[in-house]
Each structure stands twice: as structure tokens, then as C-alpha cells.
Nanobody, 122 residues
């Protein structure tokens, strides 16, 4: 079992930056791939970014490529999502996710955090 706790959401203006954090417990952190998803009001939850257990592979949705960066600090059991050049359409609840398989964390992760709200005003 893996427990995930996100932090770092908030209200920002368009063009600003924000960094989300996700701290995991319950399993050797370097053995699990981490991901971020988001769900905007009235829309389905969508994949944002993922990173492999050792951080050697990173994957992004086209909508965030070049603006968002996923990273991890395995010594601190924490994954990050650095979000730059934020747009109003980035407004959503952002969920941290984890799975033993990097492929699966991008589509159907086993473990989910509770979500953190990100609101970008125009």
C-alpha cells in the first residue's frame, strides 16, 4: 500500500509559476513510478506528467510540454511538478499518482493522492 500526500496548490495569475509536491510512504520510493493527473470542472481527469522510479524517464501531455517539469527526490520520498507559464486552462484539481509500472502510472495508476486545487486567474 502506498500513501500519497500532495501540497503546493493555490491561486495564481496567468504567467505565474507554482510547484506541487507529493510525498509518498508505504513502499520503497525508488521502486515506484510517479505521475500527476488533473481534473477541471466538468471534464474528465487527464494525464499530465509521469516519471520513472529512478527518474531516468519523464513523460508529458502535449498540453504541458515545455511549461511543466516533473522531478523526484528519492532521498525525500517526494515527487514534484514545477508548473511555469500557467494559463487559466490549467485550472484544475491536481492529483498525484503512483504505480509500480511506469507505463501504468500514465493511464491507470494504482494509488492516488487526495488532490490539490490549482486556480489560475486571467
Amino acid at each position: 500500500q502506498v500513501q500519497l500526500v500532495e501540497s503546493g496548490g493555490g491561486l495564481v495569475q496567468a504567467g505565474d509559476s507554482l510547484r506541487l509536491s507529493c510525498t509518498a510512504s508505504g513502499r520503497t520510493f525508488s521502486n515506484i513510478a510517479m505521475g500527476w493527473f488533473r481534473q477541471a470542472p466538468g471534464k474528465e481527469r487527464e494525464f499530465v506528467a509521469a516519471i520513472s522510479g529512478l527518474g531516468r524517464g519523464t513523460y508529458y501531455a502535449d498540453s504541458v510540454k515545455g511549461r511543466f517539469t516533473i522531478s523526484r527526490d528519492n532521498a525525500k520520498n517526494t515527487a514534484f511538478l514545477q508548473m511555469n507559464s500557467l494559463k487559466p486552462e490549467d485550472t484544475a484539481i491536481y492529483y498525484c499518482a503512483a504505480d509500480g509500472a511506469t507505463v501504468k502510472v500514465q493511464s491507470e495508476p494504482t494509488y492516488w493522492g487526495q488532490g490539490t486545487q490549482v486556480t489560475v486567474s486571467s
